[in-house]
């Protein structure tokens, strides 16, 4: 697929369905580009779709189909709309650290292809508020999904995930307690975490 040149070939394009809740349309949405006026179109379709259909059928759905409906924040991001938002300290990083990641249309600096989208778990928030607990959102996640990786933020404990043709498996948060909860080479990075989310699942469900 070309990029879209007109206005019906965007709709084309938002028409692509990447697993059976989550259509590219979703992904396209971007506060920077609304405001800006600055194109969020993927200059790759093919590689775009082919990325964010392993985002949503590995990591969005069986998410869904867990936990309940999925809020996407931000997803795609063209690489001007990106490099906008990181020129303007407004939450994105640099495009090369990004390709592979929301600019699903790049592959990364080593040839890999990967997908991000910033998402809310709508049903965790009431636990989430409750008790500060994060961490059990991603415990689940790690020990049931195949993602490469995920940030956690405080505001509805949003949430970055990745997934990579080389995952990397590593959890970071900006809510406390801050920093890096678990990657390769970690004592608590390998078995079962059943205990850690064990409430949270019987809350959230």
């Known amino acids: 697929m070309k990029k879209p040149g007109s206005i019906r070939s965007l709709e084309k394009l938002g028409r692509v369905r990447l697993s059976p809740s989550f259509f590219m349309r979703d992904m396209l949405y971007s506060e920077i580009s609304n405001y800006c006026g600055i194109q969020n179109i993927p200059d790759d379709p093919d590689l775009a779709i082919a990325a964010g259909n392993k985002l949503c059928e590995e990591l969005l759905e069986p998410l869904q189909a867990q936990f309940g409906r ?24 640099s495009n090369e650290s990004n390709y592979g990641r929301h600019i ?3 592959r990364d600096p080593d040839g890999y292809m990967g ?22 959102m991603a415990w689940w996640i790690h020990d049931h999904l195949p993602y ?37 080479g970690m004592a608590n990075h390998e078995g079962t ?10 809350a959230c469900i």
């Open 70 to 93: 999925i809020s996407i924040r931000s997803a795609y991001r063209s690489p001007a709309v990106n490099q906008y938002g990181n020129e303007n300290d407004l939450g994105c990083a």
């Open 115 to 136: 997908a991000m989208a910033t998402i809310v778990v709508n049903g965790f928030i009431p636990y989430f508020e409750e008790t500060g607990d994060w961490q059990a």
């Open 148 to 184: 490469s990786s995920m940030m956690f933020y405080p505001k509805f404990a949003v949430f970055n995930i990745g997934w990579h043709e080389n995952p990397v498996r590593k959890i970071n948060s900006f809510i406390a307690p801050k920093g890096c909860l678990t990657q390769p």
């Open 104 to 106: 699903w249309d790049r």
């Open 193 to 202: 975490h059943a205990d850690l989310y064990r409430e949270m699942v019987k």
